[in-house]
């Protein structure tokens, strides 16, 4: 004859600990915060991360190229450094490498051409916003750091709003 094992509760649920608990409910917020990347993006917002992607561009390349005039200067010129400096468009001598550091550096400086930048990205942005192919690189970046941003911020403050809730929900009474 069968005789089940009485000790073995076949219908109940498994008990689930306060801890669980919460670190279910921060994880849940977290996933429902993770959300914010799709919020609309603000447009000066983007201009002014459109503007410092551009300037960390400009800063690189002025880094690149201070690097390839040591390497003229040496005649150690390594061919890494002259596609680099073919793709800008720069000859391979010392004068024309200084004038192209002279302009990049004076396109992140020169408050009338920062100021035209920050229009042109003003003035396209419901553009950029409506079809993203219409971006270029810098404003790409810009809007993938935005929502980006967007996303791990929403993560958290949705992490630390589901773990305060369920602290309140599991405390004893």
Known sequence: ????????????????????????????????????????????????????????????????????????????????????????????NLQAIAQKCRELKESITDKDKVIALKKDYAANFKQYVKDESLMDTVTSKAMSTLRWNGFKWGMAIGGLLGAALSLLATRDN
């Open 1 to 92: 004859m069968f005789n089940p094992d009485v000790s073995v509760n076949y219908g109940g649920y498994a008990s689930v600990s306060p801890r669980s608990k919460r670190i279910g409910a921060t994880v849940l917020g977290g996933l429902l915060g993770m959300t914010c990347y799709y919020l609309p993006v603000n447009k000066d917002l983007f201009v002014g991360t459109a503007f410092s992607v551009a300037r960390k561009n400009a800063e690189k390349n002025i880094k690149a190229l201070e690097i390839a005039a040591d390497e003229i200067s040496k005649n150690k010129l390594t061919n890494e450094n002259k596609i680099f400096l073919a793709q800008i468009g720069v000859s391979e």
